[in-house]
């Protein structure tokens, strides 16, 4: 079955004139796509599966007399998500409301620089203002809003403007984008920066901290800052015309031999260097660039020390499952015990401490425990809330869960405050029950596609205890499957599992995997992550791989509530952080062995 996102290319006209424009070949061959086409396109693709529609347009999309009716049918036909990639013309109140009522779920809209500058580039008086009201409109009516910011020779120096402006706006998302070369590039080329310009001013356009910019078709060893990875063969499923296309996204793209030679562990997801860029006007200092960041990858820890110190804050939310089991799916009594608003007051207190004395930067909270979800959208939306005004540290969350709760509502909040999502499974274990008597592998299953398909941060932990020693293909064709799910690939974490099996021996027989088993088991499967492409991210073997386990950079912690004050007869409860931080170092060595014993560098 056919996952990810199916494309259209509307309307016959713009309003702007954008020098850059991609589509203006398609509009002087007069690709159209008629009515029929359209509407056959959409009953096609989600007879195959396809959850997610993006329309796009050889023009605006708004402008297509049809394109009401499109939002309508898709709508109906049940897509999951409906996407306008939009200049923010004809945007007005009344519409919003009704495309919403239709089924649009998301916009991108453009914005190139600053009003003056925007203006200039698409050619169009008035358009930046357009666009930043209808930016407003569009969250207003509660869909979900980006921002994409094509980087020009012009606008270069003037965009760190625009990034400040974007940070007031109800913007989710905001990608810099390396201009693709074709369309109105080949004939004005001229407008194109050169990616060593792009990478010097990489750092005033996206600070070390901003949870929201990112660098789209740029590859990270440029910029160093966050971009938008695509998995290796990735294609685009598109409608242009009449002709229903699959698009290798790699198809124009060209890479250094250094990246092949040295084996950079970012190839299988970068977006490559443009070849008509390569084309025009050389590799100039690229080649340069490549190995100096290999280079650095390979002299750990210089590579790093310039990386903001890191924070992760494991709170444990509920009591853990009275029955025990590897996938954590078992109904279990509930106590009455969780966490708390002012335990969460304490602890946000006592992490805003700790970053002050240790010059933490960057915080990940995770939200862990029997299942987080049991405690409510109300509880997590109180406590997201509370940390998006900080500025320093800059905070993210993750939700850890069995998704036996999980629902689009769910989807919706954890989307609104840019929540990831972590779940748990044994890839081995697929006869667990729920309370009710279905197979809660079964609706384990369900529910991971359904945060994929709502475009969630997603992270499938792999249980791994003795019962999975020397089964390593098993294990990895699970994780190989779960990328099945549609282009955008799942990282996958490998995890130690302890345990105890009452049920099948009364003593308490132990399950748990030791260190030594561990770091053999990972290392077989990294064998076949590299022999298969590293098509995905797979942890810890992704951050093994370029360096070893350090505190150097960051540290664990984890918040234990119901700690005790012992400054008085009456030990109130305070609170504490316990230090986790060396957690992995023991299993991180056994690795290591375990790849020299099989011949591996």
Not at 564 to 584: H, P, Y
């Amino acid at each position: 079955m056919t996952r990810g996102a199916a494309h259209i290319l509307l309307s016959r006209a713009c309003v702007n004139d954008c020098v850059f424009c991609t589509a203006v070949d398609h509009r002087l061959n007069r690709d159209f796509a008629r009515r029929e086409d359209v509407l056959a396109y959409l009953r096609r693709v989600v007879d195959e599966g396809v959850p997610h529609l993006v329309l796009s347009g050889i023009g605006e999309p708004t402008l297509d007399p049809n394109f009401e009716e499109y939002l309508e049918v898709a709508h109906g036909l049940g897509f999951r998500h409906i996407q306008l990639f939009t200049n923010g013309y004809r945007c007005t109140r009344d519409r919003v409301q009704r495309w919403r009522s239709r089924g649009l779920t998301s916009v991108l809209i453009s914005m190139h620089g600053i009003e003056e500058d925007h203006d200039a580039v698409v050619q169009r008086s008035g358009s930046f203002a357009e666009a930043v009201e209808a930016t407003r409109l569009y969250a207003e009516a509660r869909i979900h809003v980006s921002v994409n910011t094509c980087i020009t020779r012009s606008n270069l120096d003037r965009l760190p403007e625009l990034r400040a402006l974007i940070r007031e706006l109800p913007v989710s998302r905001h990608a810099f984008s390396f201009l693709e070369w074709s369309g109105g590039v080949l004939h004005h080329p001229e407008i194109a920066p050169d990616y060593q310009a792009v990478g010097a001013a990489a750092s005033r356009l996206v600070s070390e901290n901003d949870q929201v910019a990112y660098f789209d078709n740029i590859p990270y060893c440029i910029v160093n800052r966050p971009i938008r990875e695509v998995a290796d063969q990735h294609e685009v499923r598109l409608l242009q015309g009449a002709e229903d296309l699959q698009i290798d996204s790699t198809i124009r793209k060209e890479w250094p031999s250094a990246c092949r030679e040295r084996s950079c562990p970012r190839r299988p997801t970068c977006p490559g260097f443009e070849r008509r860029y390569i084309e025009c006007r050389g590799w100039q200092q690229i080649p340069e660039l490549v190995t100096r960041f290999l280079d650095d990858l390979e002299s750990r820890p210089t590579a790093m020390a310039n990386q903001p110190r890191r924070l992760l804050v494991q709170v444990p939310t509920t009591i853990p499952y009275s029955t025990h089991s590897p996938l954590g799916m078992e109904p279990r009594e509930d106590s009455g015990e969780s966490l708390d608003g002012d335990a969460v007051t304490q602890m946000y207190e006592a992490v805003r401490d700790h970053c002050r004395r240790e010059s933490a930067e960057v915080v990940t909270i995770e939200w862990m425990g029997g299942d987080s979800l049991r405690l409510g959208p109300a509880f997590f939306r109180a406590a997201f809330s509370r940390t998006q005004p900080w500025r320093t540290p800059t905070v993210s969350h993750v939700v850890r869960s069995n998704l036996l709760l999980f629902d689009e509502t769910w989807g919706e909040l954890l989307q609104e405050f840019g929540c990831g999502l972590r779940t748990t499974t044994d890839p081995l274990f697929d006869d667990a029950r729920t309370v009710s008597g279905q197979a809660s592998h079964a609706q384990w299953w369900d529910n991971v596609v359904l945060a994929y398909e709502l475009g969630l941060d997603l992270e499938v932990a792999l249980s791994l205890g003795k019962a999975h020693v020397g089964r390593a293909e098993q294990i990895y064709a699970f994780a190989r499957n779960l990328q099945l799910l549609g282009s955008r690939p799942i990282a996958t974490t490998l995890t130690p599992d302890c345990w105890v099996n009452e049920a099948a021996s009364p003593g308490g027989e132990e399950q748990g995997i030791d260190a030594a088993e561990f770091g053999s088991l990972v290392a077989q499967l990294g064998t076949l992550w590299v022999e298969d492409g590293r098509l995905f991210p797979l942890y810890p073997l992704s951050e093994w791989l370029v360096a070893p386990p350090s505190d150097a950079l960051g540290s664990v912690l984890q918040w234990d509530p119901a700690a005790k004050s012992q400054a008085s007869d009456r030990c109130q409860r305070t609170g504490r952080l316990v230090d986790l931080t060396d957690g992995n170092q023991s299993q991180y060595q056994a690795f290591v062995g375990a790849r020299a014993q099989m011949g591996v560098s």
